[in-house]
């Protein structure tokens, strides 16, 4: 076979060997989590309770905020920032359409309503002026989505949260020291979210944290995280604000701290690698790896791509034809916008057979949620291919082969 030769046509594939396994956690870890064993205490308070309050600690440090709150996924990072906005029902909050389930769960549980703008077609991130399309008089947060690392417009999106008088709620969850024109994300908003669940940059199998400059906002979240239970009280108990109980435990604490010592370290790699890869690739002619803004620094949780309107080949084929060049790729990332992504959601029946919160008398009439509610978003998602991520497990050498790989499939496929 001739070295032109397509994989998938029966060529040599670029790569034959497997990428390197993710071993993420090591003696670090390990070290931390025998302090919690040796002291038999588990819980993340009492006494002989550390790793929870010193994870919150360093978080905070490597962030420059003032108060960091732990809790046990990124979606209860986001439902303790949802407590700390504490909207009234029929509420709307502002979501990005291309995300998980965990930033719109927290938003019906804290009775507001999710409002979905559409998303930019290079940066995948919500479009600014498709976020003011969507501002109404019930509005009370824009929840900003930095989707696979790649920070959102933060100076239109304060502007329009300056004008309206909103919340900005940033969720982190894929996007840990990403920068914004020098700023980290999570720290332009008002309350900055993330996920500490097992592909995330740094990690504890599952876990979340939350972090704010404001005063007042920490001292609701605080309370949102522990079922509003005011401990300082001697007497009888008092709760002072109607929460769940969302506190991490002292295992996940030791592993959540050894990782936040691990973490500019790991970002960096991961910047490394994810830039060389659009170094080698961003001019092609056929695919495009999503749009940076200027002054940003994308972190590469996955390294989006899409596939040009005028492509000779389609996503699918694309990304079929990638993987038998030996490059692990998916065709997209969610497929629908998330809200179509769930039956109960899109019919708006989330609770029982009751139609709350869109049928309270505060929420405004005429809220859907189908096909014709995002469809930019969705020729967004159609288009989308995600290689293999620059991860920090990967060599120079290994981007290298990617690279190749996908100039070699993007100048045969369909020719
Ligand atoms: C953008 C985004 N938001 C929220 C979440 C929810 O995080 P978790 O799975 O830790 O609850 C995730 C996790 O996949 C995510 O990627």
């Known amino acids: 076979m001739p070295a032109d030769t397509l994989a998938i046509d029966g060529g040599t594939p670029v790569r034959s060997r497997p990428f390197p396994r993710e071993q993420k956690v090591g003696k670090e870890e390990l070290k931390e989590l025998i302090d919690v064993i040796y002291s038999g205490h588990m819980g993340r308070f009492g006494h002989d309770a550390s790793k929870v309050a010193a994870f919150e600690e360093e978080f905070a440090e490597v962030y420059g905020v003032s108060h960091a709150i732990a809790s046990t996924s990124g979606t209860s990072a986001i439902h303790i920032a949802v407590g700390m906005v504490n909207p009234s029902p029929g509420d709307e909050i502002i979501v990005g359409p291309i995300t998980d389930m965990g930033s719109v769960v927290p938003v019906p549980y804290q009775t507001a309503i999710p409002i979905f703008p559409e998303v930019g077609r290079d940066t995948f991130n919500m479009d600014p002026a498709s976020i003011e399309e969507n501002v109404t008089e019930n509005t009370v947060a824009i929840m900003a989505i930095h989707l696979f690392g790649n920070p959102c417009d933060m100076d239109a999106i304060m502007d329009i949260a300056r004008r309206h008088d909103l919340i900005v709620i940033e969720d982190c969850s894929q996007a840990h020291m990403s920068e914004y024109r020098g700023k980290l994300v999570g720290t332009i908003g008002h309350i900055g979210c993330f996920s500490l669940q097992q592909s995330k940059h740094i990690t504890a199998g599952e876990g979340g944290i939350t972090v704010t400059e404001d005063e007042e906002l920490a001292a609701r979240g605080r309370l949102f995280m522990d079922k509003g239970w005011h401990r300082a009280q001697y007497g009888p108990r008092r709760y002072d604000v109607f929460g769940p109980n969302y506190r991490m435990n002292e ?73 038998a060049e030996g490059i692990p790729c998916s065709r997209g990332y969610i497929g629908r916008p998330i809200f179509l992504c769930h039956e109960a959601f899109r019919k708006q029946r989330l609770f029982g057979d009751s139609r709350f919160p869109f049928d309270h008398p505060n929420a405004r009439d005429g809220i859907v949620y189908d096909e014709s509610t995002c469809p930019v978003t969705q020729e967004v998602l159609d288009r989308m291919v995600l290689p293999i991520a620059p991860s920090q497990f990967l060599s120079e050498g290994d981007i290298r082969e990617i690279a190749g790989a996908i100039r070699k499939v993007s100048s045969l496929l369909g020719r």
């Open 251 to 323: 295992l996940t604490g030791a592993v959540a701290l050894a990782q936040t010592r691990k973490l500019r370290e790991i970002v960096a790699l991961r910047r490394e690698r994810g830039d060389l890869l659009t170094e080698l690739i961003g001019d092609d002619p056929h695919v495009r790896p999503q749009r940076l803004l200027d002054g940003c620094e994308h972190t590469y949780w996955r390294y989006g791509m899409r596939v040009l309107e005028d492509a000779p080949f389609t996503p699918q084929e694309f990304a079929a034809a990638l993987v």
